[in-house]
Nanobody, 115 residues
Framework: QVQLVESGGGLVQPGGSLRLSCAAS????????MGWYRQAPGKERELVAT???????NYGDSVKGRFTISRDNAKNTVYLQMNSLKPEDTAVYYC?????????WGQGTQVTVSS
């Protein structure tokens, strides 16, 4: 099993930056990919970014050019650097770890972009 602990959410002004972290523990060797989805009130959960065990990233269209996903294998941690934040980025951000037959989810961290 895999456990995920998220941190880094909070309140930021439009145009600002935040960095989210997700630390994984457990059967990390079996994880194929990690990343982030988000869900805003009244909206469908959407892809933010994922990164494979080989380091290949994939981004949702709404965040391309503004967000960067990375990982630190030594710390078993994935990061999401969020720049040029917009009010429409406000959502609960959920970390995920994907195995071949199962996906583990973190409990979510709130990101609010407001002046």
């Amino acid at each position: 099993q895999v456990q995920l602990v998220e941190s880094g959410g909070g309140l930021v002004q439009p145009g600002g930056s935040l960095r989210l972290s997700c630390a994984a523990s457990g059967s990390i060797f079996r994880v194929n990919a990690m990343g982030w989805y988000r869900q805003a009130p009244g909206k469908e959960r959407e892809l933010v970014a994922t990164i494979t065990s080989g380091g290949s990233p994939n981004y949702g269209d709404s965040v391309k050019g503004r967000f960067t996903i990375s990982r630190d294998n030594a710390k078993n941690t994935v990061y999401l650097q969020m720049n040029s934040l917009k009010p429409e980025d406000t959502a609960v951000y959920y970390c995920l770890a994907r195995l071949s037959t199962y996906t583990y989810w973190g409990q979510g961290t709130q990101v609010t972009v407001s002046s």
